[in-house]
């Protein structure tokens, strides 16, 4: 834990934001003692609802080091990550996750994080955003086939 | 509903996992009848492991459509989405889901979006992935401009 990386990740909430690149929150991915990746929120400049800080930080730093793993990675965001993020940290398998801000905080100016917490954790019958299942024979098939694949890169 | 896109993100997940782009994973985004979005699984063959179907997809709409909000949308998923895809899939509003794979099957082939669903509704102390809070007050700085902020695209 390094208070500097943190710093740096407000640093990034502050500056972008007051540069109207998108909401008030940075983030860095860290190895080794050194920044590998930077990102901050640009949903409305660049028209990408799922370029959030932590998100953007974690595309920014796989790319840098050609990989889809960043299990020697930690990550430092000025706010609690929302739940896209947050699975993005698992599906990227980092470290370890420091944050500032809570989801609490993100919720009092208007980011409703918790919300979409709430509606993950329900059945999808009850979830506010309707779901329904359709052709799933059809849809097994790519299943099946992966499974069977030899020459595959599994994550 | 209309089970031809159903079958187009069929496709997708079939044809790109034979090229070896990623997981068997495929989604379109719909509106008003026609596909405006195509996606599938790329996080290993581009090193982003946000990449999954129906967050590229997503992207490809909203890049198409020059929004950040897909209010009037529909996505079809050969799959569930997973926790990730769900929560940008309420980030950028769309109107219904359709999906074919459960999370079910799709853990059966190594996929565990599951085991992420129930990280996620866990409290931040018992997640696998652990998580501090450092430097609140440094972080509210960003949130406390953001209020009070009047030239602001909200989201």
Chains 1, 2 share one sequence.
Not at 50 to 74: G, M, N, P, Q
Request: hydrophobic fraction near 40%; aromatic fraction near 8%; proline fraction near 5%.
């Amino acid at each position: 834990m390094n208070p500097t990386f943190m710093r740096e990740a407000i640093r990034l909430s502050l500056v972008k934001m007051r540069r109207h690149h998108g909401g008030p929150f940075g983030a860095v991915v860290v190895r080794q003692g050194k920044i590998v990746g930077r990102g901050w929120n640009q949903v409305t400049s660049t028209n990408d609802p799922t370029a959030h800080a932590e998100v953007s930080a974690i595309r920014s730093a796989c790319r840098r080091l050609k990989t889809f793993r960043l299990d020697d990675c930690e990550l430092y965001a000025s706010c609690e990550p929302c739940p896209m993020c947050l699975a993005a940290i698992y599906w990227a398998r980092l470290r370890c996750v420091f944050y500032g801000n809570t989801r609490k905080d993100a919720a009092r100016i208007g980011f409703d994080d918790d919300l979409i917490y709430r509606e993950l954790a329900r059945p999808i019958s009850r979830r506010k955003i309707p779901m329904k299942q359709l052709l799933r024979k059809a849809a097994s098939v790519a299943l099946v086939e992966w499974k069977a694949k030899t020459a595959k890169v599994s994550y």
